[in-house]
């Protein structure tokens, strides 16, 4: 079962943002499927190793596009990537520390904040690239 699906209002309209949205959520989405078998925790570890390479890579591309658009919310935008990037980081770190709770923390949290920074920044963000 997946987490995550692609929905049509999670694209910004650039090609490169969105097949990068698209390849997190399938990231996502392995970690997930991983969490419900039998979890091999070495696996799921470098799954999120992944994740946060994936992200940190999109981030950068994200806010290069921000920089370079003179977009007004950069700098919230930017210190949002930085919080979700810190929770990556706290979800590797009390999965490593703990697989059986960080099992929970990743089933409850892998996709409440891909979710909330979709349906919050990047969609302002796509408004705006939109209006251009």
Do not use: C
Not at 29 to 43: K, M
């Amino acid at each position: 079962m997946k987490l995550l699906q692609w929905k049509p209002e999670y694209s910004v309209g650039i090609a490169s943002m969105d097949d990068e949205h698209r390849e997190m959520i399938e990231l996502i989405n392995l970690v997930y499927e991983e969490l419900g078998t039998h979890p091999d925790n070495d696996q799921i570890e470098s799954f999120l190793g992944d994740i946060f390479s994936a992200i940190s890579m999109h981030f950068a591309l994200e806010e290069r596009i921000m920089r370079d658009a003179n977009y007004y919310e950069y700098p919230a935008h930017k210190a949002d990537h930085e919080r979700l990037l810190d929770g990556i980081r706290d979800l590797m770190d009390s999965f490593a520390a703990d697989p059986k709770a960080g099992t929970k923390a990743l089933q409850e949290g892998l996709s409440s904040w891909f979710l909330a920074h979709f349906s919050t920044f990047d969609a302002r963000l796509h408004r705006r690239i939109g209006e251009h």
